[in-house]
């Protein structure tokens, strides 16, 4: 089992930053990528951004260029960087860890951290 820890949400104004932060603790072994979604009330959970064991990342294009993801191998810890916040940024968020074992993928989950963009 992989138990994810999430921290950094909260309250902030258009166009201020807030960074996550999500520590992977358990049975840590070939996580091949760490990633954040995100949850707006009344909409589908959506990928933001991903990154690979490799440092490979991706991110949906609503978020291309205010948002930046890295990773801490030796700590596993991802973290989301995000900028130039707008109100439609405002979603739980969650961390994700995909784990290879045998061939097999299983995705493991964090509890959630609010991110909340008004003035």
């Known amino acids: 089992q992989v138990q994810l820890v999430e921290s950094g949400g909260g309250l902030v104004q258009p166009g201020g930053s807030l960074r996550l932060s999500c520590a992977a603790s358990?049975?840590?072994?070939?996580?091949?990528?760490m990633g954040w979604y995100r949850q707006a009330p009344g909409k589908q959970r959506e990928l933001v951004a991903a990154i690979s064991s490799g440092g490979s990342t991706n991110y949906v294009d609503s978020v291309k260029g205010r948002f930046a993801i890295s990773r801490d191998n030796a700590k596993n810890t991802v973290y989301l960087q995000m900028n130039s916040l707008k109100p439609e940024d405002t979603a739980v968020y969650y961390c994700?860890?995909?784990?290879?074992?045998?061939?097999?993928?299983?995705?493991?989950w964090g509890q959630g951290t609010q991110v909340t963009v008004s003035s």
């Open positions: 994700n860890a995909e784990q290879v074992v045998f061939g097999l993928r299983r995705d493991y």
């Open positions: 358990g049975r840590v072994f070939n996580i091949k990528s």
